[in-house]
């Protein structure tokens, strides 16, 4: 799997937008972008992935490059429930072999 | 069921005894998996099944752990003579493989500490 980068730690008032950024400059053209979340003391939440186009669902919308070299998560109104860790993940789908190898991740901090 | 079930959620035990952490998965799920998160720290690979085969054991930290699939469903994870340096949170996952898409949906986690 293609490494990714992110930031360590992140701040987001309450209310605004969160845009947790994610470099994954070695993806491959069958990766997709997962991301995932773990809030304190759960296991991780699935979010939302992608493979080239953007992508928005019900929690989130993910922003992919055009190169796809690197991609945005967005929580468009955060709240002090988003405070989590946030796990940008690259895989190739369709085979239960390609396991999710989780790095650091963000810890994003929602502040009121 | 509804979610990826786990038990027990917390376990206490000496240095030295066995234990068994057990993962209920989503129905109709083909794919399993389990991780463990150290305190502080970030998830560590164990090992898969597809289906009741695990093709890939390697993550199992020791001889120590095993882990087996009964019906393409239920997996139970053991640990022989624990270790203080076992204590963590184990997670499971399973997941639906298609092609476009694989996503893990993870248990609450077993925490295990060793004293």
């Known amino acids: 799997d293609a490494k990714t980068t992110q930031p360590p730690s992140m701040d987001c008032a309450e209310g605004r937008a969160a845009n947790l950024p994610c470099n994954h400059s070695t993806i491959s053209g069958n990766e997709y972008v997962y991301w995932y979340r773990q809030i304190h003391s759960q296991g991780p939440q699935y979010i939302i992935h992608g493979l080239k186009n953007n992508e928005t669902n019900e929690m989130a919308s993910l922003i992919i490059t055009e190169d796809r070299k690197s991609s945005t998560l967005i929580l468009p109104h955060a709240t002090l429930r988003d405070t989590a860790v946030y796990y940008c993940i690259v895989r190739v789908a369709g085979n239960a072999g390609n396991m999710l190898t989780f790095g650091g991740g963000t810890r994003l901090m929602v502040k009121p | 069921g509804a979610g990826v079930s786990q038990s027990p959620s917390n376990k206490v035990t000496e240095k030295g005894k066995d234990v068994e952490l057990r993962c209920d998965p989503i129905?109709?799920?083909?794919?399993l998996y389990w991780y463990r998160q150290s305190l502080g720290q970030g998830l560590e690979f164990l090992i898969y099944f597809q289906g009741n085969s695990a093709p890939d054991k390697s993550g199992l930290p020791s001889d120590r752990f095993s882990a087996e699939r009964t019906g393409g469903s239920v997996s139970t994870l053991t640990i022989q003579r624990t270790q203080q340096e076992d204590s963590a949170v184990y997670l499971c996952a399973s997941s639906l493989v298609s092609f476009g898409a694989n996503v893990l949906t993870f248990g609450a986690g077993s925490r295990l500490t060793v004293l």
């Open positions: 129905s109709g799920h083909t794919a």
